[in-house]
C-alpha cells in the first residue's frame, strides 16, 4: 500500500496545463482518420472486401506503431510534466505570514477591571494565545509597558515559551504605574 500521504497528497502544481489534454486526444483522432488505410478506402470498396484487401484490418501489422501514435503520446507526456504532477505542496512565501510580530501588552491597574468577564488582562492574554496559535512558528516578541516599556521575551519562534511568560505578567510587576 502507499504511504500515509497516498494519492491523497496527489496533485498538480500548474493544473491548467491539463485543459490541452483534450488538444492532444483530438489532434490523435483527426490523424487517424488521414492516416487509416480501411478509412480511406472505406466509401470505395466494398466492407466484406477491404477488411482482406488492407493491411490494418485483421491481418498483420496490427500492431505496427505509427508516427502520429509517438507523437501524441510525446504531446500527452509533455503536457502532464508541464503540469508539474507533485505529492508535496509547494509552499510559496507569499502564502504565509511569517513577519516578525512584536506585541507590547500595557499592563496599568486599569487591565484588572471587569467590565465584562474576564478581566481585560485575561481578555489580552486569550487575544494573543489565539495569535500565537495562529502563527506557528513564526517569530513573534513580547514587550510589557506602563509608564515604561521593557522587554519581556526578545523574538523566538517558540510560541509555548510566550504562553509560559505570558500566565505570570501582572500590573504588580510593573516598577511604575502608567497614566
Known amino acids: ?20 489534454l483534450p488538444l492532444a486526444l483530438w489532434l490523435h483522432l483527426r490523424l487517424h482518420r488521414t492516416y487509416s488505410t480501411a478509412l480511406q478506402w472505406r466509401d470505395t ?72 468577564p474576564p478581566t481585560r488582562l485575561e481578555r489580552a492574554k486569550q487575544k494573543l494565545r489565539d495569535l500565537l496559535s495562529r502563527r506557528k512558528g513564526a517569530r513573534t516578541a513580547l514587550i510589557a509597558y506602563t509608564g515604561s516599556a521593557h522587554t519581556v521575551l526578545p523574538l523566538t519562534d517558540d510560541s509555548s515559551l510566550i504562553e509560559l511568560y505570558l500566565e505570570s505578567l501582572t500590573p504588580a510587576l510593573m516598577p511604575e504605574t502608567g497614566a
Open 45 to 116: 470498396i466494398a466492407p466484406h472486401l477491404l477488411q482482406h484487401l488492407t493491411l490494418d484490418g485483421a491481418g498483420h501489422k496490427a500492431w505496427r506503431i505509427r508516427p502520429y501514435q509517438l507523437m501524441t503520446v510525446a504531446m500527452m507526456l509533455a503536457v502532464l510534466a508541464l503540469a508539474g504532477p507533485s505529492w508535496r505542496p509547494e509552499i510559496t512565501p507569499f502564502t504565509e505570514d511569517r513577519a516578525a510580530l512584536i506585541v507590547a501588552l500595557e499592563l496599568t491597574p486599569s487591565m484588572l477591571a471587569v467590565d465584562q
Open 1 to 20: 500500500m502507499l504511504d500515509d500521504g497516498g494519492l491523497s497528497s496527489f496533485h498538480f502544481l500548474r493544473p491548467w496545463w491539463l485543459l490541452l
